[in-house]
């Protein structure tokens, strides 16, 4: 029995049916209708109801506004209820998708219940903090007026999120299509379609189709501008939550005439000479056309590029927008930059709003309802400063009549979104019909996707899913590629910015698998999504991404143990680990910690970097492979001076940038770092105490006694020390083989580095015990080296900590 028909039986096995009222049969009968029928326009006669709270006294208002908003939190409850039922069989289709008969395919799956997990986690988040406070103000005794319950900003948050609603509304009919196409076509999907169930309070069942159920969401957004309404009428002027609840106000009803306009003319707008342009995508950009940075609404429609100024209109009002450029699509280049420096005044100025981000926000987590709606305002807009001045990644856009425009993200992830939809437009004709600004420009609030910035600050309240600790991310290795190329992973996480959010890996050597056992650490606030991208590093044409996924990050799917997990970012899979210890949050660092590689004891790089062999080792180990092993006299003749101490400055103080400059570097100077790096060793890599150890057991006839001794005594090492030099041995035996061509045998890699590896105890320091004849010291330390060299059954190297856990590895589809 496959798993969908599990979860089929299951749910037959627990059907309970129930007589249902008249009143829920006929708004069952109501739906059946109207998803029987193409979408119709959302209702807008609700937009014109009286917005002025009644004639009544202070202690009526404020009773019947509690009713009001218990009955909001009774909706919402009846609504989670119906969304959970929904993707009740979601898990066990993705499951069935995955086997040789599916009932349906990942791409009808994701459609059928696109949008809908994100409705579910709103309206959860806004539920349970409407919940709280409501029980809050009713356990206080002396409070028994709603005059001092203030939920404005909760509505104000949900609205803001509305624009969830859009992408769901935009793919309906799709989602009815499948389920209507495989309903006929397929038994096992028809058993279920036709009976989904939802729990009541009362542990009632109420029976619902899934067209039935698809419907909900629809039902629900068309009612929002009412229950905001019925909330404002019993809202005095005066009430705290009065301006908030407007602002609610107008931000919904500009999302429900969006989405009308949307639903009757597809994001369409008719200009003058009779063309009609969609609306292809939207969404806040900085701009940085001018030389100065300035957030932008930017609208890609079929044909051109256009760059807006949103001008926030008052008390209820429309917004209006302000035209500032255009760019025709036709013959359009695109250039995407990843690399930008940011300037010392900018590292000061982000980390003084950063703190003071902070500390504001630490007010609002444990003084909530308590901040006043200045503070509110004063962190949205430090948001805003944020949004603005932290980008760093860069699209720029070349149009063939000379004319040029620069627009900023911060998240790489996001730009990549917007030239892909961007590059899927542009076309050879560089003709296109001028437009008319004017009727463009204006027609934007009508059609826009996206209502307001992406503000943290605006999103619902922590909950217990939300990470705020410590995120770790270790980086794998990499399989898939179609071609060898250098490259890194990006890393990024949401939540507030208090900190830093992207973080990268070095670049792999030239390979169609790249590696890199690499740990990057994040600390988090409010995290709910990590993104990856797969990027190609190239010289001077810029850099390519290769592939990118999103995963979605819950505080009770992650611990301190390792989770590993296999993503698939288009045709390439990535193999990385996570781990998320919880914990307060210290406020933000004014500059990010840099821990310096060289003259530092290994145990200590090592525990820094979460690796046993150090990244300074492999990245000089892989290079050297990679286009020095036929190189005569490699390790033996040396790079030039300042070439290596540039390249050790590198190592000490960006790992990215060294490695960037690895790949460029003479190889000789390559293979310099590597012998300077184990030479500045405060401590050799072999310990000293083994020194005698080791100059004794080569004194060993018998060759399998000293085989035995020699491996136990390497055997005794601390973690690092022993795994980084059988890292090398491992790599100098590859060396040698080719010493027909490089001139390097054994003997002579372990002249050259066995001063380096293994020293003699210093008399005078701790050592009592007999001592070697300086003029037998040199041998006893190419011997060493030389006889492991030998050695045919080496233990092998584990480069990495262990990242695996008792549990399978998961596999994310993106």
Not at 228 to 256: I, V
């Amino acid at each position: 029995m496959d798993i969908y028909q599990e979860a089929v039986d299951f749910l037959e096995s627990h059907h309970i049916a129930v007589e249902a009222e008249a009143e829920v049969l006929e708004e069952d009968v109501f739906q059946e209708e109207a998803v029987s029928c193409p979408l119709s326009p959302l209702h807008l006669d609700i937009l014109d109801l009286p917005e002025t709270p009644t004639s009544c006294s202070p202690e009526e208002m404020f009773q019947r506004r509690l009713v009001v908003l218990k009955g909001i939190l009774e909706s919402e409850e009846v609504y989670l209820r119906e969304l959970e039922a929904l993707l009740t069989p979601m898990k066990a289709l993705w499951a069935s998708a995955g086997t040789s008969q599916p009932v349906l395919s990942s791409r009808q799956v994701q459609t059928v219940f696109y949008q809908v997990p994100e409705l579910r986690d709103m309206h959860q988040s806004f539920s349970s903090a409407l919940k709280a406070r409501l029980s809050a103000h009713c356990q206080t005794e002396t409070n028994h007026s709603g005059f001092e319950l203030e939920v404005g900003d909760l509505f104000l948050k949900i609205v803001n999120q509305i624009g969830l609603y859009g992408g769901f509304i935009e793919n309906y009919e799709k989602a009815v299509e499948v389920v209507r196409k495989c309903t006929q076509s397929d038994r096992r999907f028809r058993t279920l379609a036709q009976n989904m169930t939802s729990n009541g309070q009362d542990k009632t069942r109420t029976s619902y189709t899934l067209e039935a159920l698809l419907y909900k969401p629809l039902d629900r957004v068309t009612k929002t501008t009412l229950v905001l309404l019925d909330l404002l009428k019993t809202t005095p002027e005066e009430h705290g939550d009065y301006s908030s609840l407007q602002e609610a106000l107008r931000l919904s009803r500009s999302f429900l005439y969006g989405v009308n306009e949307s639903s009757q003319s597809k994001r369409e707008v008719t200009l003058s000479p009779g063309i009609r342009r969609q609306l292809m995508r939207d969404g806040f950009v900085v701009d940085a056309s001018d030389g100065e940075r300035s957030l932008r609404h930017l609208f890609l429609y079929t044909d051109l590029l256009l760059c807006t100024r949103l001008k926030h209109s008052s008390r209820g009002k429309q917004d209006q927008y302000r035209f500032c450029w255009f760019l025709p699509l036709g013959g359009l280049r695109l250039h995407l930059v990843t690399e930008e420096e940011r300037s010392p005044e900018t590292h000061v100025r982000l980390y003084s709003i950063r703190t003071k981000m902070y500390h504001l926000s630490q007010q609002l987590r444990h003084h909530t309802g308590s901040l006043s709606s200045r503070d509110r305002k004063k962190l949205e807009q430090m948001e805003l400063m944020l949004l603005t001045l932290s980008p760093v990644y860069r699209l720029e856009l070349h149009s063939p009549s000379g004319k040029s425009h620069t627009f900023r993200l911060s998240s790489l992830y996001e730009l990549e979104e917007w030239r892909e939809a961007i590059h899927k437009l542009i076309t050879d004709n560089i003709e296109t019909v001028p437009p008319d600004l004017l009727t463009l420009t204006s027609a934007c609030v009508k059609l826009r996707m996206t209502q307001q910035p992406p503000l943290h600050s605006s999103k619902p309240g922590e909950d217990e899913k939300c990470l705020c600790g410590t995120l770790s991310v270790a980086i794998h290795s990499a399989c898939g590629l179609l071609q060898p190329a250098c490259v890194y992973v990006c890393v990024e996480v949401d939540g507030y910015e208090f900190y830093d959010k992207q973080a990268q890996t070095h670049s792999s050597v030239h390979s169609l698998s790249p590696h890199w056992e690499q740990e990057l650490s994040f600390q988090v606030d409010g995290a709910r999504e990590l993104r990856v991208l797969c990027v190609s590093q190239s010289d001077g044409e810029g850099d390519t991404v290769l592939g990118k996924a999103a995963v979605k990050l819950e505080s009770k799917s992650l611990n301190k143990r390792w989770r590993r997990q296999t993503l698939h970012l288009g045709q390439t899979e990535l193999t990385l680990s996570l781990k998320y210890c919880p914990h307060p949050l210290e406020p933000p660092s004014s500059t990010a910690q840099t821990h310096p590689l060289f003259c530092v004891p290994i145990e200590t790089v090592a525990q820094q970097e979460g690796v046993l062999v150090p990244h300074v080792v492999r990245c000089c180990v892989e290079e050297v492979e990679s286009r020095g092993m036929d190189e005569v006299g490699i390790y033996r003749i040396s790079g030039t001076t300042s070439d290596i101490n540039t390249l050790k400055a590198a190592f000490n103080s960006n790992l990215r940038e060294a490695v960037t400059r690895l790949r460029s570097s003479d190889v000789n100077a390559v293979s310099g770092v590597l012998k300077l790096y184990f030479r500045e060793l405060p401590e050799p890599l072999i310990p000293t105490e083994l020194f005698q150890s080791l100059a004794a057991a080569l004194d060993i006839q018998d060759i399998n006694s000293r085989l035995v001794s020699m491996l136990s005594l390497l055997q005794s090492c601390p973690d690092p020390n022993r795994h980084t030099f059988l890292y090398l041995l491992h790599h100098l035996q590859r060396v040698s083989e080719k010493q027909n061509v490089n001139k390097m045998s054994c003997m002579n890699l372990a002249t050259v580095f066995g001063p380096s590896l293994l020293r003699p105890p210093m008399v005078g320091q701790g050592h009592s015990g007999p001592t070697v004849d300086i003029s037998q010291e040199v041998v006893v330390q190419v011997q060493v080296v030389f006889f492991y060299l030998q050695c045919n059954n080496l233990p092998e190297a584990q480069t990495s900590l262990p990242h695996d856990t008792d549990d399978e590895d998961e596999t994310t589809h993106m």
